[in-house]
């Protein structure tokens, strides 16, 4: 992002997943941090221009896509996504400090963090009652902040160290090797430059439901031998049974077979909407880039010869 961000919005309260996420990238991290109570005000913040940034969750390994950022991104605000950013999930079960597992009657933590420790919670506390929090850190937060001794969160390690409590059982989830994906988003004035590893995101509205309209769309994909990294129907919130496509595909809007796809996209359906082409995260992705910029270079050198010797 340039030029750099001065403020950046995130899921809050503080010690959120989302923030240890924001503390990875080092030129986000030193901006001014807000942090807010809802994915829909940090879509706002951004939309509204009172951040320059928003970093929201947008897909978990185990429970899927989180539909506050993904439907707010296609039908609410106008934004694109500049980055993203993967993480690894560990979840703890806390407490007040001296309360112990046999002492819980009530736990509560975010909808997809509850739903990422079931087998722990029906070995440990069959019993107790699971309440829904607006963040991880805000579960943790409000025990903090209250009297209750019959009472745990399921939070952040960096949540017991911020609000004063002891964690009674590590590593509560059920798959160890969970993780999440994160996006900082803003307004849609400037598209990261092509990195020669790279994501594009867009959204296909379908003109009528009729049999084969999936099969047009990936078939514009298939075409140009462009690769498919998600594929997912969402209601467009209009009638039983419409649907739009979310779909991530690698390249760049900056690439040529890219823009010559997506150009055909938006004739032929009733609408595309653009949500960023930006750095795609992996383990080999900062390599990829380099082969990528060296080959571009060396490709470059060798039509510069070629031109040279015209007339």
Known sequence: MNPPATTVAYLGPAATFTQEALLTQPDLATA??????TITDVLDEVAGGKADVGFVPIENGIEGTVSATIDGLIFDVDL???????????????????????????????????A???????????????VAANSTADAARLLGESDA??????????????YGLA???????????NQTRFVAVARPTRVPKPT???????????????PGSLHGI????????????????????????????????????GDEVIADCLRDLHASLAGVKFLGSYPAVGNHGEVK???????????????AGLRSSIG
């Not at 400090?97 to 997809?112: A, F, K, M, Q, T």
């Open 32 to 37: 001014d941090l807000r942090p807010l109570s």
């Open 218 to 253: 990936l078939g514009q994909f298939a075409a140009r031998n462009i690769n498919l990294t998600k594929l997912e129907s969402r209601p467009t919130k209009q009638s039983l049974g419409d649907y739009c496509f979310v779909i991530d595909l690698s390249g760049h809007i």
């Open 289 to 303: 880039r380099r082969e990528a910029d060296a080959a571009w270079q060396a490709a470059d050198t060798w039509l």
């Open 167 to 177: 964690i009674v059982a590590e590593d509560v989830e059920d798959h160890p090797e």
């Open 116 to 130: 990422q420790c079931q087998k722990f919670l029906a070995e440990h506390v069959p019993e107790a009652e699971q």
């Open 196 to 210: 020669g590893h790279d994501k594009t995101s867009i959204v296909c509205f379908q003109r009528a439901d009729h």
């Open 80 to 114: 694109y996504v500049q980055r993203e950013v993967v993480m690894d999930i560990h979840l703890h079960l806390m407490a007040k400090p001296g309360v112990g597992l046999g002492d819980i009657g009530r736990v509560s933590s975010y909808p997809h963090a509850l």
């Open 149 to 162: 001794r019959d009472a745990a969160a399921i939070a952040p390690r960096l949540a017991a160290e911020r």
